[in-house]
């Protein structure tokens, strides 16, 4: 992957918790622009971590990264506040769904427009586009968000992310919960914004088998360590994969070393 090309770069991650626990040993994955990246994992694989450091959210849960760095463009994000990294163009979809329950769907997507200096007429056409993505919202926009499906959560969660119009939105899990039709029309729509708005994509996920139906590139962590990174496509067809990730087979994990 050419140098220029890399949009965000994680070298040698350790990350630990109140400086005791190790979730990150050493992690390193890259990010090319216009590519949609999956980190895959069950669960406390340090997935959630990865993505938190990426955000620099880590010091709000008494997180640290104690060695290696992260880059988004020529950024440091460990020197940036999580809100200017959303201003730089870097945005994350927490694991859950968050959304204002008590606004409507549209207001929660207005206040994801919030942070940029934007005009009214601005945010207008923001709205406009996201919603001929979720045309879903567009029929919802003036309901309660608390009262809405879990998939129209997620999907204004998302909605909203994009309204601080990222070039990096990072997903955690949001396949979490909903049945397998709308985690489909979920990732569809990032391969069309992936595609279309040329969109560059870091998203978590368990279910491993949507995640490298719709990845470029995907790497797998087991107990805090990247164990593998390849090509979706050429990861999909490894047996130890399927076995393991795709439970197709009797399972057993990628490194055996890490079988306990
Ligand atoms: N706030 C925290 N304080 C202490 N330890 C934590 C904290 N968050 C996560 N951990 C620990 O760090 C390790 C990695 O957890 P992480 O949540 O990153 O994994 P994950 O792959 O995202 O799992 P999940 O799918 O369950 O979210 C686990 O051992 C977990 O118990």
Known sequence: ????????????????????????????????????LALLGANGAGKTT??????????????????????????????ISPANLVRAGLVQVLEGRHCFRSLT????????????????????????K???????????????SGLTSGGEQQMTAIARALMSRPRLLVLDEPSMGLAPIIVQNIFRTLRRLNREEG??????EQNSAVALNYADRATILENGVAVLSGKARELRERDDIKSFYLGKKAAAPINPALAS
Do not use: C, W
């Not at 996201?130 to 309660?144: D, G, N, S």
């Open 130 to 144: 996201i919603y001929t993505y979720f045309p879903r919202l567009k029929e919802k926009r003036r309901a309660l």
């Open 50 to 79: 990865a993505l938190k450091a990426v955000s620099n959210l880590l010091p709000a849960e008494r997180g640290q990264i104690v060695s290696g760095s992260i880059r988004f463009d020529e950024l440091d994000v460990t020197r």
């Open 199 to 204: 969109l560059s994509i870091l998203v978590a």
């Open 1 to 36: 992957m050419a140098q220029e090309n890399i949009l965000l770069t994680v070298a040698g991650v350790r990350a630990t918790y109140n400086h005791a626990i190790t979730a990150l040993d050493g992690v390193s994955f890259s990010l090319a622009r216009g590519e949609i």
């Open 105 to 128: 769907v549209e207001e929660n997507l207005v206040s994801g427009g919030l942070g940029r200096s934007s005009s009214r007429a601005e945010i207008a056409e923001d709205l406009e």
